[in-house]
């Protein structure tokens, strides 16, 4: 089985911060990597699919990219709003794996 | 626009089976795609349980697959979720979801807590 692995877990930034997060893949993945976010109490909402791809409404301060076995999650500007745990997801031989979370406080 | 809508009993037994139901709105289950049930035990992190298409076709996660079993209800566009012997670990906010071409999540339910105690 692939395992996802984030990091960091949890980490702290300004508002206005550039904010990387990593998901690393056991091994080489294909290219069908997800990112979502997830407030408190809310269901998760995808941000990022098919490694590089913003889905339709995002704002344009979240990218992402990677291959392999190396993804990053990029927020280039942070905002209050952005305050949230992001999630890494891949989809492969009809299983489906997410990454452990990444905490994002704003300071 | 499409909706989704968990619903099932909130209080399970030990032992007992879990069953719950996902309503779908503004879209039809035989229309395509794939159809997911998600997991989040307290304070913890998502956790796929297994999608299903509506010709039939499951697929699951391994280490639930022998207590997991999913149908599809296309006359009142609904799938199911029954988890067999459950424990206190299975405690936890079960999401329903439509699962993309692109193998990613567009759609989810609100979420329903389902906690397993005597």
């Known amino acids: 089985d692939i395992q996802m692995t984030q990091s960091p877990s949890t980490l702290s930034a300004s508002v206005g911060d550039r904010v990387t997060i990593t998901c690393r893949a056991s091994q080489s993945i294909s290219m069908y990597l997800a990112w979502y976010q997830q407030k408190a109490g809310k269901a998760p909402k995808v941000l990022i699919y098919?490694?590089?791809t913003l889905e339709s409404g995002v704002p344009s301060r979240f990218s992402g990219s990677g291959s392999g076995t190396e993804f990053i999650l990029t927020i280039s500007s942070l905002q209050p709003d952005d305050s949230a745990t992001y999630y890494c997801q891949h989809f492969a031989r009809n299983s489906l794996t997410f990454g452990g979370g990444t905490k994002v406080e704003i300071k | 626009q499409v909706q989704l809508q968990e619903s099932g009993p909130r209080l399970v037994k030990p032992s007992e089976t879990l069953s719950l139901t996902c309503s779908v709105s503004?879209?039809?289950?035989?229309?395509?795609?794939?159809w997911d049930w998600i997991r989040q035990s307290p304070g913890k992190g998502l956790e796929w349980i297994g999608s299903?298409?509506?010709?039939?076709?499951?697929y699951y996660n391994p280490s639930l697959k022998s207590r997991v079993s999913m149908s599809v209800d296309t006359s009142n566009n609904q799938f199911s979720l029954s988890l067999t012997s459950v424990t206190a670990a299975d405690t936890a906010v079960y999401y329903c979801?439509?699962?993309?071409?692109?193998?990613?999540?567009?759609?989810w339910g609100k979420g329903i807590t389902v906690t397993v105690s005597s």
């Open positions: 503004g879209y039809s289950l035989s229309s395509g795609y794939f």
């Open positions: 098919k490694a590089s």
């Open positions: 979801a439509r699962l993309q071409d692109c193998f990613c999540m567009d759609v």
């Open positions: 299903m298409h509506h010709t039939g076709d499951t």
